[in-house]
């Protein structure tokens, strides 16, 4: 992957006037990155004299690639190490009450999905009528599964969408894969040209094609910009699978979400239901979150459900302890 970061922080050096050897902890948020890209590759402008649309488009396929691959790599690692974080993240998966919970989660990576394959099995509902498929050993086109008798998808509602999804633009059908193969979802983002451009295989990019219409497969997914693109009919349906699940849940447990301002979308979602829902109605809540901004992340989430949230009641700044996960699993549905 050494090719798509020089490539990055070229792009850095000319936008953001930082050093090609500066690393990632300097260059700006992701947030002012994908916005600035957005703006102006949306627009068909360009951002400054050498960044034109075209090659904005390629930069953010790039950027979107790399950051897939290094979340395949980074829980990959953890797997293998088998450290005590990771032993934190096996038991609360192992101590869940799995027949009566569900997911919602704004991140792309499939942390829950390889949580939750281990205590349960590799089947999930995204609610979005996303395809259960897998990549086929031989040629490009993908394969629908259809599920088991009995097999039961635990609901895992992605409003951002996953690392694991392909999309087809002239069907419109929507495809999931195991979550430990991310990184051939990755590499479907870079075309062929680009990838002899930037000098990686080109037998891995741009090869899967979809089942039913024999058309390259292409990614969807939310970027960390303050212009969310999320007029796709998966993202529709996700919020529409996430709201409800909102609506109808005893409790709402957030895990390692901070309810930062990007996520405006979100924030009004979650205050319009419980808003909605009345106070004989009203959720509990539950936070767990961990790291060194724990009061920062408690004044945020003070100032946005008020006085429902309480030191030493809810909300854990120590991460997924034995204490935390008690508080967590007497309820019906889980939201990180």
Request: proline content about 6%.
């Amino acid at each position: 992957t050494k090719p798509l970061r020089d490539r990055l922080s070229k792009f850095i050096n000319r936008a953001f006037d930082h050093h090609t050897k500066a690393p990632p902890g300097r260059w700006p948020t992701l947030e002012d990155i994908f916005t600035s890209i957005d703006l102006a590759a949306n627009t068909g402008h360009n951002l400054g004299r050498d960044n034109t649309p075209a090659e904005l488009r390629t930069i953010r396929r790039v950027l979107l690639c790399r950051m897939m691959l290094m979340l395949d790599e980074r829980f990959t690692k953890q797997e293998a190490r088998k450290g005590s974080d990771w032993e934190r993240f096996s038991r609360f998966f192992g101590r869940v009450p799995l027949s009566h919970s569900a997911f919602i989660s704004l991140n792309w990576d499939t942390a829950i999905e390889r949580g939750l394959a281990a205590v349960r099995g590799p089947y999930f509902d995204y609610g979005c009528e996303a395809l259960r498929a897998e990549f086929p050993s031989v040629g490009c086109t993908v394969r629908t599964l259809n599920p088991e008798q009995g097999e039961i998808g635990i609901p895992v509602v992605k409003i951002h969408g996953s690392v694991n999804w392909l999309y087809c633009d002239n069907c419109r059908r929507l495809y999931w894969f195991p979550p430990n193969r991310a990184h051939e979802v990755a590499w479907q983002l870079l075309k062929s040209d680009e990838a002899k451009h930037l000098k990686v295989p080109s037998d891995l990019c741009s090869k899967w094609e979809c089942e039913k219409c024999a058309v390259p497969l292409a990614t969807r997914v939310a970027t960390f910009s303050y212009l969310k693109a999320l007029d796709f009919p998966m993202f529709e349906q996700s919020w529409l699978s996430a709201e409800r699940l909102l609506r109808d849940a005893d409790k709402w447990v957030f895990i390692g979400y901070s309810l930062p301002p990007a996520d405006y979308e979100f924030k009004h979602l979650l205050k319009r239901v419980q808003l909605a829902r009345g106070d004989d109605n009203k959720p509990e809540f539950v936070v767990i979150t961990g790291g060194p901004r724990t009061k920062e992340t408690f004044d945020t989430y003070q100032r946005f459900f008020g006085r429902s949230v309480k030191r030493g009641l809810n909300f854990f700044p120590r991460g997924l302890s034995k204490r935390a996960i008690e508080a967590a699993r007497a309820t019906r549905r889980y939201l990180k």
